[in-house]
């Protein structure tokens, strides 16, 4: 953009000081022969001190052309002509402005802003061994993540910090060895709740920024992943994940034009799919020589999910992803090598949404490598 023959500059600096201090501690007591309990907590402390400096680089120029204006009375009928005279650029100071950083509406913006979070966090698990294969536990855990300050202002009004983020998880599972350690079984299903969870966004006018605020979302899963020797050359896995997330409280920013039908109450997790599933197949041959040749296929399937906060109707759509891979390892094991296929299919996958492109009205998007093959080598010294 023009900006009296000299480059459109806009900028923030920002500076930070941060500091953390924590402590933990773990133990586990044995009630019985069978069962364990275990506690641990963790103390955390942070502080931090920031500050945002940014200021109109660039000027407006002002001028009139002049010429008559005509005068009217309050019926809208002509009564006269105003002559103004003509003022070239120049007389009237030209304005600070700029477009990519609000600034809350201040030409020459600095702020220093500082804060401090602590927190206890901690996890009790119990287990019982029901045999030396079987194991069942139930634990219940808390996280903690520091609060913080937004690199700019996004609009007049809005806080430029954010608040800490707090998870609880409560879990149940299941990890078991059987058939004389040839198969591996584990399952668990969970719930977590994440209050003030830190959501990035694109917010602000005219030309949005990334900013972070705080929602509470909730979810419920469940897990179960097998891995089974079915001979002494054939290897089989295989997990799926079911998650059902939703936010629960969105903050919702009207000094930046939001408003309630801005809110994500009720909608999905960004990036969460509810369904995952993925198998594998591995078979191993041992060569006369000493050698041996390992051939590897897995697939995977994930389902839809939302792309981006920005835009939750940009859902990213469910997709399916099969790799490939043979490969000889020499006798001495310094020597391999082996011939790959990744999404061997050649399917056309978008990975996500979003990007500082989205800023100015773009699409942007990632998406998953094509087909591609390849063949390695090593040598270990």
Do not use: C
Not at 157 to 180: A, H, M, R, W, Y
């Amino acid at each position: 953009m023009g900006n009296g023959g000299h480059p459109w500059n806009e900028s923030v600096t920002n500076t930070g000081d941060y500091r953390s201090a924590a402590i933990y501690g773990d133990f586990t007591w044995s009630l019985t022969d069978k069962m364990d309990l275990t506690v641990g907590a963790r103390y955390t402390a942070d502080e931090k001190d920031f500050t945002i400096q940014s200021a109109y680089q660039n000027t407006l120029p002002l001028a009139l052309t002049g010429g008559d204006v005509d005068v009217l009375d309050p019926n809208g009928n002509v009564i006269g002509v105003l002559p103004i005279p003509a003022v070239p650029a120049g007389v009237i100071p030209a304005q600070p402005f700029g477009m990519a950083f609000n600034n809350n509406g201040v030409a020459d913006l600095y702020q220093e802003l500082d804060d401090s979070w602590s927190d206890i966090s901690g996890r009790i698990v119990l287990d019982y061994r029901w045999n030396d294969d079987v194991m069942t536990y139930v634990s219940l855990s808390e996280g903690f993540k520091a609060g913080g300050f937004n690199s700019f202002s996004a609009a007049p009004g809005i806080d430029p910090s954010f608040d800490q983020e707090d998870v609880t998880n409560f879990e149940v599972g299941l990890k078991s060895s059987l058939f004389d350690n040839r198969m591996q079984l584990n399952t668990a299903i969970y719930s977590y709740e994440y209050d003030n969870l830190q959501e990035l966004d694109l917010v602000g006018a005219p030309i949005p920024n990334y900013y972070l605020r705080n929602a509470d979302a909730e979810g419920q899963g469940m897990e179960v992943e097998v891995l089974w020797a079915a001979t002494d050359n054939l290897m089989l896995g295989g997990n799926y994940s079911l998650l059902d997330t939703e936010y629960t409280r969105y903050e919702v920013l009207t000094a930046a034009g939001e408003t309630e039908d801005d809110s994500r109450v009720g909608q999905p997790r960004v990036g969460t799919p509810e369904n995952k599933f993925n198998l594998m197949a591995e078979y191993s041959l041992d060569l006369a020589s000493g050698a041996n040749i390992v051939l590897r296929g897995d697939y995977n399937w994930t389902d839809e999910r939302v792309g981006t906060i920005s835009d939750p109707s940009r859902v990213v759509e469910d997709y399916q992803l099969m790799n490939l891979r043979a490969g000889w390892n020499s006798a001495s094991d310094r020597y391999s090598a082996a011939l790959w296929v990744q999404n061997v299919t050649d399917e056309e996958i978008a990975g996500g949404y979003g990007g500082t492109g989205a800023a100015i009205g773009a699409s942007p998007a990632w998406r998953y490598m094509p087909r591609m093959y390849g063949a390695d080598f090593t040598v270990r010294f």
